[in-house]
């Protein structure tokens, strides 16, 4: 039996830990939190034994296999270094540090010491994304011509709203662009098999002062209610747009924000090749739709038996039985763990490494100096 300790137990710790109660062969033996009281809470309600004071007491534990880290960017850098140093296989949650240089340290040492690692992109794991990944390394559809998308989210829409990611000494350099955008442009790249090679960006504040509740953190989209609440400035970004061009020339563009009222969270990309288009939505992530010019357009629906040998085990309910984002989780969790057991490397790629963070970290950077710069930069 595999022990894991989870370090961070707010809305993502969460997700970890209901994915980590399917995952065969594995138990979570000891969780913490800054919040004692939250940590308690998720140790009662996922029957875990013991609670730990620090992470440290974690990592620093023998009897401990496997971390995995859920705690606001700025924890990541040191506690997935930490790990590493102490040769323990390490799921972190993105973006995989404050810096792209912190990323590329922590990619280069558990390459150095051959540890595994995994990085929470989850929604590459959806079985119609892994599908289509296939579809278009197969050729199905030609060159890579055009790539689009967006995502909008409407929980921090109100002045009233607050969120560690929007405090740079928590969150880093960005907001938005760190947290979906990373995500999205994953998907970008997993799906495509080419890099981002030219980014332009343009950020905006929306909400220039907001209020910071004193009574303890908010976890992510949920409302505060402290009537005690400071006003405090916001610098980060709240709406990011950006374009760019991929390494075979094919051009794109991406928008997010998280202000967007009745929106809760819709990614969406749109693939447009030489001979057909995809296009998928979070709304609906069960279905890939294909266009095409000289026939009637199709809808896929998530089916193991009309996907590729290689991918159709992440569709593990009969047709119909749509799987969501917790199910995305869990197949990205099975993935490391077999690889952790197995101790194979992962050879058709599905699963993404430190060496995957480091390169959003990479694209990050780039936007950023592109924002301040208002120019085209070339990701170096």
């Known amino acids: 039996m595999i022990r894991v300790g989870v370090i961070g137990n707010g809305y993502i710790g969460q997700v970890h830990l209901e994915a980590l109660a399917r995952v065969e062969g594995v138990t979570v033996a000891i969780i913490t939190d800054t ?14 034994e013991k609670i730990a004071a620090d992470w440290r007491e974690i990592v620093y534990d023998p009897s401990i296999d496997v971390i995995h880290n859920c705690t606001p960017n700025r924890f990541h850098f040191e506690i997935n270094k930490a790990s590493l140093l102490e040769g323990k296989p390490v799921l972190s949650e993105k973006p995989l540090a404050m810096t792209y240089e912190e990323a590329a340290e922590l990619a280069d040492l558990s390459e150095q010491k051959s540890i595994i690692t995994g990085i929470d992109f989850c929604y590459r794991y959806y079985p119609v994304i892994q599908e289509l990944a296939a579809r278009i390394a197969d050729g199905e559809c030609g060159d890579v011509r055009v790539v689009t998308g967006t995502w909008f989210q409407d929980w921090l829409s109100k002045s009233t709203d607050y969120s560690w990611r929007l405090d740079p000494l928590r969150s880093g350099e960005s907001n938005i662009t760190a947290d979906l955008g990373s995500h999205w442009f994953d998907l970008v790249q997993y799906l495509t098999g080419l890099s981002v090679d030219r980014v332009r960006g343009d ?37 990011s747009s950006v374009q760019f061009r991929l390494s075979n020339g094919a051009p794109g563009s991406f928008t997010t924000s998280q202000v967007c009222n009745g929106i809760k969270s819709s990614p969406e ?13 979070h709304l609906h992530p069960q279905e890939l739709w294909i266009g095409h010019r000289d026939k009637p357009n199709e809808i896929l629906l998530e089916n193991s038996q009309l996907m590729h040998d290689s991918v159709k085990r992440f569709a593990s309910l009969p047709a119909g039985h749509p799987l969501g984002y917790n199910d995305a989780v869990l197949n990205l969790f099975r993935d490391f763990y077999s690889h952790l057991v197995t101790h194979e490397l992962d050879s058709q790629g599905h699963r993404p490494t430190f060496r995957t963070g480091a390169e959003e970290m990479r694209i990050l950077k780039s936007i950023l100096e592109s924002v301040g710069e208002e120019a085209w930069i070339t990701l170096r």
């Open 35 to 48: 919040n004692q009281a939250l940590a308690a809470e998720c140790a009662r309600r996922f029957g875990i």
């Open 203 to 239: 950020f905006a504040t929306i909400i220039p002062k907001r209020q910071k509740p004193n009574t303890g953190e908010v976890l992510a989209f949920s409302e505060s209610t402290d009537a005690s609440a400071e006003l405090v400035d916001i610098s980060l970004e709240e709406y």
């Open 269 to 281: 990309f749109m693939i447009a090749g030489s001979e057909c288009t995809y296009a998928w939505s």
